[in-house]
């Protein structure tokens, strides 16, 4: 079993940033890969970035060169720095860890982005 806690989303204006973080326990050795997904109302969750045990890392094309996924090992912590947000970024963000046998995800953090 792996768990996931996410926090740092927030309301911020246009232009503005916004770091996200993931905090990982229980079963950290197992997970491959781990990444952001979000969710905006009316639509479909759709993937954001990717970052995998070895720290190669992926990107949606509505995020590249505005999102950088990293993570810190020693805290079991996935981040997602978030700048030149724009409104169409607002929805709910969601971290989920992947491993050989499932997929785990946490609770989400509402990220609103006004114009």
């Known amino acids: 079993q792996v768990q996931l806690v996410e926090s740092g989303g927030g309301l911020v204006q246009a232009g503005g940033s916004l770091r996200l973080s993931c905090a990982a326990s229980?079963?950290?050795?197992?997970?491959?890969?781990m990444g952001w997904y979000r969710q905006a109302p009316g639509k479909q969750r759709e993937w954001v970035a990717a970052?995998?045990?070895?720290?190669?890392?992926n990107y949606a094309d509505s995020v590249k060169g505005r999102f950088t996924i990293s993570r810190d090992n020693a805290r079991n912590t996935v981040y997602l720095q978030m700048n030149s947000l724009k409104p169409e970024d607002t929805a709910i963000y969601y971290c989920n860890a992947i491993t050989l046998l499932e997929t785990y995800w946490g609770q989400g953090t509402q990220v609103t982005v006004s114009s």
């Open positions: 229980g079963s950290i050795f197992s997970v491959k890969t």
């Open positions: 970052i995998t045990s070895g720290g190669s890392t």
